[in-house]
């Protein structure tokens, strides 16, 4: 079993950051992908950023190239996600999920394990 753990969400204005953590135990490899969803009301849970434990390898959704950075520390199992100009459509509950094979897949149902969300809320 594997267990996930979000924080850092929050209320911020427009234009503002966050950073998320992850924090993963239990039985995690190297050869997992991680990845970040995320779910607004109504709506389907929605791929926002992947990554590899092994190599670092990341794959980003489109609507958030350029202001979102996934990283990890594997020293900590901690996946990170630094989220900057952050805008209220990005307003939604994220979570952190592990995949226990390779590559970074953007399918929520392909991912074993999921952590239970931080909400995140951008003001205009």
């Known amino acids: 079993q594997v267990q996930l753990v979000e924080s850092g969400g929050g209320l911020v204005q427009a234009g503002g950051s966050l950073r998320l953590s992850c924090a993963a135990s239990?039985?995690?490899?190297?050869?997992?992908?991680m990845g970040w969803f995320r779910q607004a009301p109504g709506k389907e849970h929605e791929f926002v950023a992947g990554?590899?434990?092994?190599?670092?390898?990341?794959r980003y959704a489109d609507s958030v190239k350029g202001r979102f950075t996934i990283s990890r520390d594997n020293a900590k199992n901690t996946v990170y996600l630094q989220m900057n100009s952050l805008k209220p459509e990005d307003t939604a509950v994220y979570s952190c999920?592990?995949?226990?094979?390779?590559?970074?897949?953007?399918?929520?149902?392909?991912?074993?394990?999921w952590g239970q969300g931080t909400q995140v809320t951008v003001s205009s």
């Open positions: 999920a592990a995949r226990s094979s390779l590559p970074i897949m953007a399918l929520p149902g392909l991912y074993d394990y």
């Open positions: 239990g039985r995690t490899s190297s050869r997992f992908a």
């Open positions: 990554i590899t434990w092994s190599d670092g390898s990341t």
